[in-house]
């Protein structure tokens, strides 16, 4: 219990933590872009007239969320071993909480009032029309906090990256650590940083969802 | 894909002892997180300012610092910091339970605070004591509502037991990818992983269907036989969204 905390190597860290954070912020934010758009066009294949697409889609939405990111990211890396470890990262990424935002998106859907669809078919809207104008900037508006939230937890998960040698901020952590044996004071430091990025961001998120009247 | 499989259903031993290790970290995980849960849920809906806020302080820090830098935290870190290393499934179980305890603590608040006023009221009013009102008339009511939630973060802790790999604890993940070490077969070994996983989520699914039932019964409601068979698709999800404020 005598150990004498480095603030030095913390400070040492911290430009090397930031680099490795910047890997992190990219990941996040095109993989979520990746899943918002991917979630949106689940949600609106599952609505197809037809069985034959909607019943396949939902097992595959089910299955990619009831299984684990982590074996998801390490399955595809050791598959596509060809592809950038980046690019697979943010791929998972973007997959896995698509499936997740296909059933935020198809509640956004459900939630807009049967006389709006009615509407666009008596005012005989294109199909195209009808999501373009009328359906999906309604549907978007309810769903906008949920992408945030979403955002946040993925941002949480970016670790997972490290494990597909992406050098993102806790990969960094851990390196800086093991070379110096500095482990508590770079994770204590990546863990600060996290909590101060992901916790202003919440409150904002919690603010949309009031001034949206949620 | 031969290989693979003679090489699993030949080694059924190893990966029944990787999903005992995966199951003991998903129970005890839960039940860390199913009492912190109840703490920090009841302390934000206590009246001292202080309780508030320390329950407060904790759940947003369990839930702003991410889960795996806890548990690289805690298997690293803590030997250094105090000179005890700590067995990884402690570490697994450990974390788990205090971020999804964090989790869970707004499912129980916004539970607690959706039961009507007038329940409260009328258990005043029946001179019941703080004890009896929250065993007798709100806990019941407000327990079918956390269930769904509760099945959502079951999943999602489940889903992060693989994490337990990379601090070297036996799990299912593990001894999976030993086998495709020995056979080579990398597609084959994990796909099964992944359907190892689902059939595992959906099992628990499955329980909490039942557990959601039994809760509901108690309350005089009758629920479909149907709804036993449901995924936790959109209903749940939003619920625990809406329940689970910021992630």
């Known amino acids: 219990m005598n150990y004498t905390w480095d603030w030095g190597a913390m400070r040492q860290a911290l430009p090397l933590l930031l680099t490795g954070f910047e890997t992190t912020l990219l990941a996040t934010v095109l993989g979520i872009l990746v899943a918002a758009v991917l979630g949106l066009v689940v949600a609106m294949l599952g609505r197809a007239p037809t069985r034959l697409v909607t019943i396949p889609v939902r097992a595959v939405t089910e299955f990619v969320r009831s299984t684990p990111l982590l074996v998801q990211l390490v399955g595809a890396y050791a598959v596509f071993n060809t592809v950038r470890p980046l690019t697979i990262g943010i791929a998972v990424l973007g997959i896995h909480y698509a499936s997740y935002l296909s059933e935020v998106y198809r509640a956004g859907i459900d939630a807009v009032p049967r006389g709006q669809w009615e509407a666009c078919r008596a005012l005989s809207l294109s199909p195209r029309r009808t999501w373009q104008a009328v359906i999906l900037p309604q549907a978007v508006r309810n769903v906008l906090p949920a992408l945030g939230n979403y955002g946040i937890s993925m941002f949480k998960e970016t670790p997972f990256l490290a494990v597909i040698t992406v050098t993102e901020m806790v990969a960094q952590a851990r390196e800086y650590g093991a070379n110096h044996f500095v482990y508590a004071e770079t994770f204590t430091l990546a863990g600060l940083i996290f909590l101060v990025a992901s916790y202003p961001t919440s409150l904002l998120m919690r603010k949309l969802e009031k001034r949206l009247g949620h | ?247």
């Open chain 2, 1 to 247: 894909m031969g290989d693979f499989y003679s090489y699993f259903f030949g080694h059924l031993p190893d990966v029944w002892s990787g999903l005992a290790v995966t199951l003991e970290a998903t129970v005890l995980g839960s039940a860390v997180a199913l009492t912190l849960s109840f703490v920090f849920g009841f302390m934000a809906n206590s009246r001292p300012v202080l309780v508030r806020g320390a329950s407060r302080v904790i759940v947003e820090f369990f839930r702003g610092t991410s889960l795996y830098v806890q548990l690289f935290w805690l298997f690293y870190a803590f030997p250094l910091l105090f000179g005890y290393q700590l067995s990884p499934l402690f570490c697994g179980v450990l974390a788990f339970g205090m971020n999804y305890g964090a989790y869970g603590s707004e499912v129980v608040r916004g539970a607690l605070n959706a039961v009507p006023r007038a329940q409260w009221e009328a258990a005043v009013a029946l001179n019941m004591t703080p004890f009896q009102r929250m065993r007798r008339v709100i806990l019941p009511q407000a327990w079918v509502q956390m269930i769904p939630p509760f099945t959502n973060l079951l999943i999602q802790l489940v889903k992060c037991t693989p994490l337990l790999w990379l601090i070297q604890a036996a799990d299912l993940t593990t001894v999976v990818q030993q086998m495709r070490d020995r056979t080579g077969e990398t597609t084959w070994a994990y796909l099964t992983l992944l359907v190892l996983y689902f059939v595992l989520a959906y099992a628990l699914t499955l329980l909490m269907n039942a557990l959601e039932r039994h809760a509901a019964v108690r309350l005089g409601r009758r629920p479909a036989a149907r709804s036993l068979l449901r995924s936790r698709s959109a209903e749940g999800a939003r619920r625990s969204e809406t329940a689970g404020g910021a992630r």
